[in-house]
């Protein structure tokens, strides 16, 4: 099973809503990353998780909040967006080997279309 | 910093031509290329990887060649069909996380 579960598929909210993304893998991946990704744009790095440890945050507003509560599930909390964090927002995961030969492969989620009114 | 250099921006061929599509890179420390396919409204998918123990790889129609003293990788569709029709970003390995740094991405139009 090669697949990378998020719900939910699409929400709208407020700038003053609290909401969160879900995000569930049951391949074994040690390795959990957050995408943003706005209309015609490559996806862009927020988070990464290592062995349920943030790895990586690439100075991501503190609006978004990630969590790791286990090795399977990746959550991102939202509080007080604005309508530019509206966008497609990815979840990925893989194992995380390191070879000579190169890191493995990363799979995406179907993503959270995402709409801050 | 790390960057990938992708073009054409947009390709348009005709059904069964060919296409391809080529990324270059700065960081020699890379050594993950994969290609995505992204068609609207959907995840990018995975189509094709290469690693940089070997110059190249094929699967079906796809092919993606790597040249790391030149440091550019390329993505080959031959006899492309309509539904090859999609947004297509290369990407490297960007760090010791596996985190990847993506191509600006190519819109392929086949047309029939």
């Known amino acids: 099973d090669t697949e990378v579960t998020q719900t939910p598929k699409h929400l709208v909210m407020g700038m003053t809503n609290k909401k969160s993304l879900k995000c569930e893998q049951h391949?074994?991946?040690?390795?959990m990353y957050w995408y943003k990704q706005k209309a015609k744009k490559p996806p862009e790095l927020m988070f990464v998780?290592?062995?349920?440890?943030?790895?990586i945050n690439e100075s991501v507003p503190s609006r978004f909040s990630p969590e790791c509560p286990n090795s399977s599930l990746l959550n991102l909390h939202l509080h007080a967006l604005q309508p530019e964090d509206s966008a497609l927002y990815l979840c990925?995961?893989?194992?995380?080997?390191?070879?000579?030969?190169?890191?493995?492969?990363?799979?995406f989620g179907p993503g959270t279309r995402l709409t801050v009114l | 910093g790390e960057n990938v250099e992708q073009h054409p921006s947009t390709l348009s061929v005709q059904e069964g031509d060919s296409a391809v599509i080529k990324c270059t890179y700065s960081d020699s420390a890379s050594n993950y290329f994969p290609w995505y396919k992204q068609e609207l409204g959907k995840r990018p998918q995975l189509i094709i990887d290469i690693r940089s123990n070997v110059g190249e790889k094929k699967d079906q129609r796809i092919a993606v060649t790597l040249n790391k003293t030149a440091k550019h990788f390329s993505l080959h569709i031959t006899e492309t069909q309509p539904e090859d029709s999609a947004v297509y970003f290369c990407a490297m390995n960007g760090g010791s996380q596996g985190n990847l740094i993506f191509g600006k991405g190519t819109k392929l139009s086949v047309k029939p």
């Open positions: 990925a995961s893989s194992h995380l080997r390191q070879t000579p030969a190169g890191t493995d492969t990363q799979y």
């Open positions: 998780y290592s062995y349920e440890k943030l790895s």
């Open positions: 391949m074994g991946h040690r390795a």
